[in-house]
């Protein structure tokens, strides 16, 4: 039994290594470069966090550099498990650890870097699915399609759209065989492709004699009876 659980477990962990990478082909993010963090943990000094498209890499806040405010509490500004905007300071690549500032990002810096982050979540989304499903390595099938695409179109996520709205074959030139260029596509379509709309409109042409009490009655019970039907649809 216990031999069998350690297997299980040095299969789980080989696996969580084999999909662990960085968004971007830049192993660091450069200086004033913004970037999304979540928060891990919160001590005098500041807050402690992780570099989200940057593989988790550690990073801190330091507490002048939460806000341009005079701090009054801390768990005003900041909050553990919550991910936040912030700009790189400083980058000591030798130990891996990097300083952040919260203050010195823009509310046009903050929209930038969420856009930039949802559309890389996605594009990573999609690789890690197909390295999970053709049991590949996920740095390796970043490094054949997600980080040349991010070079040729600015954005892989861009990319991708075109193959969704069948545009361009993206793939084109790029190191894959076949098999997992269709697993890419097919997630693409999958994972991309727009969700239709789950409201609906309820419509109807009630004739009620309004002038009697009765009329007024049964248009109260139409009107709760169509609030319950939207809220249920939404």
Known sequence: MALDAARVYAEEEAKRKRLECRFYEAQYPEIEEVVMVNVRNIAEMGAYVVLLEYNDIEGMILLSELSRRR????????RVNRNEVAMVLRVDKEKGYIDLSKRRVSPEDVAKCED??????????????????RGLVLE????????????????????????????EDVFVGLDI????????????????????????????????????PSGIWWLSIWCCCKMAHQTKLS
Do not use: C
């Open 177 to 212: 065989d076949e098999e997992t260029k269709q697993a890419m596509i097919t997630h693409i379509k999958r994972r991309l492709a727009p969700q239709p709309s789950k409201r609906s409109t309820l419509r109807h042409t009630l004739y009620l004699p309004l002038f009697r």
């Open 71 to 78: 701090i009054r509490s801390i768990n005003k500004l900041i």
């Open 116 to 133: 930039r982050y949802n559309k890389a979540k996605a594009v990573h989304s999609v690789l890690r699915h197909v390295a999970d499903l």
């Open 140 to 167: 390796d099938l970043s490094t054949k399609v997600s980080w040349p695409l991010y070079k040729k179109y600015g954005h892989a996520f861009d990319a991708f759209k075109l193959t969704l709205q069948d545009e």
